[in-house]
């Protein structure tokens, strides 16, 4: 754990010295749970938003885009059941005060009998070398069978006794497995509570006519109640999808682990409208899809699995994640929903408007089901800058600290140094900025020595340098280096762009799905 722990300080501490995300109001010693977006992190995730968009929405016919507003009339969220049950189970330390995500306490708990499986994997591997079966060993060692069946047994239980809101049940299983708080190392808990996590607000020009609103929980209902007119103004036809991203708000009383857990964050969504009866198959395929999409990355085939939920929503005919290797171990990253026909029913009983949609080829009219796909931008954020983040031996004895990011996602595509300060090399290299920043976006530094630059732009992220010298007036080439391979090439200028297209395009990196 310690290990873990140290990782993820350092991913911290390289995002604020980096420039990829501050602590919001810092000079007012800041806001908890809200951060800000620095000059690289707004770039970085402004290019994973573009990633998801464009391959869910320009790669695909049948889905289309919209931008629905933050405040919504308050009776959408009636109808959605987020006035009743948005709600978090909590639990407080009676010790140290502090107070915690009663389901959270248990999944961590089971967590660390995940990572328990993980050290006998790794022993047996180490044992048996290349004859090793992984899959064999799992499914046959006592002990990785008896640390599974507790945990799938803890988290059953769980499942269940919060959908029966049996919070007493709750606080007895944290009992039972003797749980401490993580601060104080003390068992003594309260009584496990609900807490509505929606933040409200005022609507009007005077405190007593002003209407109660809520700052959106979800981006989706904003797709929901916008279904028909976006169904008849686009003449779509089902099955088809609407996506959206953006920002929504939630009054998270356990905050933490950086951007992974935030008070204001984003969401990518996609709610994709079927024929009733054949949710189950596209439920499938956008599983399959979506992870198809994460794995296009190049992040590690190991880094994801799914995990199907055993506690649905009241909506859901089936719920699975999309989780991730986070420095702090496997959590949600995406989730893929089977939603039924609950929200649309619902908003048309609560707005007295039909929502249905008439199939011309089945002479038919119905209420679709829905099937969606919700995935947090800053969460993804997250996954791609810790898992980029890397401490490398070098042969010369030396480290350096290098963020190895998708290349198509990258903030800077290229920098570009002129050798030294003078002999005209600076022009050519302002000269080349000029021509490549049409197409990316690229840097010019002149400052230090041309190795200290390499290193500041290996652990900024930037997936090529180039280095304008003597030379280059001579015969017009220059020297480019790969960050990943540290190789060097001199190449002419004017192959600069296509050498730099052939790693950036998003074409290059979504034709891997």
Known sequence: MANQEDQFKKVISHAKEYGYVFQSSEIYDGLSAVYDYAQNGAQLKKNIREYWWKAMVQMHENIVGIDASIFMHPTTWKASGHVDAFNDPLIDNKDSKKRYRADVLIEDYVGKLDTKIEKEVKKAAKRFGDSFDKEQFIATNPRVLGYKEKGDAILKRMGQSLEKEDLADVKALIEELEIACPLSGSKNWTDVKQFNLMFGTKLGASAESAMDLYLRPETAQGIFVNFL?????????????????????????????FIFRMREFEQ???????????QK???????????????????????????????????????SDIEFRFPFGFKELEGIHSRTDFDLKSHEEFSGKKLRYFDHEDNESYIPYVVETSIGLDRMFLAVFSNSLEEEALENNTTRTVLKLPA??????????????????????????????????????????????????????????ITVDHDTKEDNTVTIRHRDTMEQKRVPISELKSIIAAEVSVKNWLQKM
């Open 268 to 278: 990518m969504e996609m709610q994709f409208f079927v024929k009733p009866g054949t």
């Open 408 to 465: 198509v996602l990258a903030p800077t595509k290229a920098a570009v140094f002129p050798l030294v300060k003078k002999d005209g090399l600076p022009e050519i290299a302002r000269e080349i900025i000029e021509d490549l920043k049409w197409d990316f976006d690229v840097l010019y530094d002149e400052k230090d020595a041309v190795g200290k630059r390499y290193r500041r732009q290996d652990a900024a992220g930037t997936p090529f340098c």
């Open 229 to 257: 007119n976006v169904q008849k103004t686009g003449r779509m036809k089902i099955p088809f999808g609407i996506a959206q991203t953006g920002k929504a708000f939630r009054n998270e009383i356990v905050a933490r682990q």
């Open 281 to 319: 198959e596209w439920y499938e395929q956008w599983k399959e899809t979506r992870l198809k999409w994460h794995l296009s990355l190049g992040m590690g085939e190991d880094n994801y699995r799914f995990h199907d939920h055993e506690k649905l929503a009241h909506y859901a005919d089936a719920a």
